[in-house]
């Protein structure tokens, strides 16, 4: 599975991993991050190893009109997301092995369990709000 770096001409694939109530693993960044760049090589590897999920590579800074919203503090910032539920966002260490357990975590959770915990804490109940890519996606093609 190859990675999906956001564009203009490529929002629909992304936006169409999503309505199929599949699983996308997004991982925000800029051009300008060195962390980023060296990172970019073990998210790819991650996608590799996960041919089952989508992975997407979002410049936050080229993709302003999509996630220029979402606070992200640092990089790099992963968001996880199933459908419309977010399971997961925030700052991790640039390490794929932390970064595979973290989605392994989530991923083998229920719909029910999923459902659940988004609402389980204002911090998650933002993130649904916030951060859901299917909804910043289709507002930014309106």
């Known amino acids: 599975m190859s990675i999906i770096t956001l564009d203009q001409?490529?929002?629909?694939?992304?936006?169409q991993a999503l309505a199929a109530e599949g699983w996308v693993v997004?991982?925000?960044?800029?051009?300008?991050?060195?962390?980023c760049c060296q990172y970019r090589p073990a998210f790819e590897e991650l996608a590799g190893r996960h041919?089952?999920?989508s992975f997407a590579?979002?410049?936050i800074e080229d993709q302003a009109d999509v996630v220029g919203d979402i606070d992200v503090d640092n990089f790099p910032t992963l968001?996880?997301?199933?459908g419309d539920t977010v399971a997961f966002f925030g700052t991790v260490l640039p390490d794929a092995?932390?970064?595979e357990r973290l989605l392994l975590a989530q991923t083998r959770k229920?719909?029910?369990?999923?459902?659940?915990?988004?609402?389980?804490?204002?911090?998650?109940r933002?993130?649904?709000?916030?951060?859901?890519?299917r909804r910043l996606l289709q507002e930014a093609h309106d």
């Open 51 to 53: 041919p089952d999920l």
């Open 110 to 124: 229920t719909a029910a369990e999923l459902q659940r915990e988004a609402q389980g804490s204002p911090e998650q």
């Open 79 to 82: 968001l996880i997301q199933r």
């Open 126 to 133: 933002a993130w649904q709000e916030e951060c859901n890519l």
């Open 26 to 35: 997004a991982c925000l960044c800029a051009a300008w991050c060195d962390v």
């Open 57 to 59: 590579w979002i410049d």
């Open 9 to 15: 001409h490529n929002r629909a694939e992304l936006a």
């Open 97 to 99: 092995r932390l970064a």
